[in-house]
């Protein structure tokens, strides 16, 4: 997408850096969610304070340790990005609904999307609802792991 929309100076990868300010839900997540995750198959590395510093030495040092996710990226425009992918996908024949998906439905062939006030029909379907997707992919037998993540830049 970020490709064939042109977006792609919209999204940098640099790695994202999670801190726990006490030690002890540090240890606590490394046992819980982050063991999870690496169960998962995402690269993550556990840092100690010392290690945070030399990662990131301007930053104070308020924190336990941290969580380095090598992988990840992030978009400097939320909005920028959302409006590239909007656009390429209008002036592709798409078009844009404002109505919430309450139920998706498979058929033969394709797909229905119930609405608030309709029911439509699609050979294929996207979803990208954030962590709402789980609500809508639950009912039909697919398990997505989903988490939703906060970040200050």
């Known amino acids: 997408m970020l490709k064939i929309s ?6 940098k990868a640099q790695g994202c850096l999670g801190l726990f300010a006490d030690q002890q839900d540090f240890e606590n997540a490394q ?9 998962q198959g995402v690269n993550l590395e556990f840092l100690n304070a010392g290690q945070v510093a030399d990662l ?12 380095f996710y090598p992988d990840t990226r992030f978009t400097v425009s939320p909005l920028g990005l959302c409006r590239r992918y909007a656009e390429h996908f ?7 609904l404002r109505d919430q998906a309450l139920s998706v439905t498979p058929k033969i062939p394709g797909v229905s999307v119930k609405l608030t006030d309709e ?5 294929h379907l996207v979803i990208c609802a954030g962590v709402a997707s789980k609500e809508l992919l639950t009912p039909l037998g ?9 970040g200050i830049t």
Request: glycine share 12%; net charge negative.
């Open 6 to 11: 042109g977006a792609h100076d919209l999204v």
């Open 142 to 150: 697919v398990k997505m792991p989903m988490v939703s993540e906060r």
């Open 31 to 39: 046992q819980g969610d982050l063991l999870e995750r690496r169960q």
């Open 56 to 67: 990131e030495p301007d930053l104070a040092a308020f924190h336990a340790g941290g969580v």
């Open 119 to 123: 029911t439509l029909d699609f050979d």
């Open 90 to 96: 209008t002036n592709n024949g798409g078009k844009i």
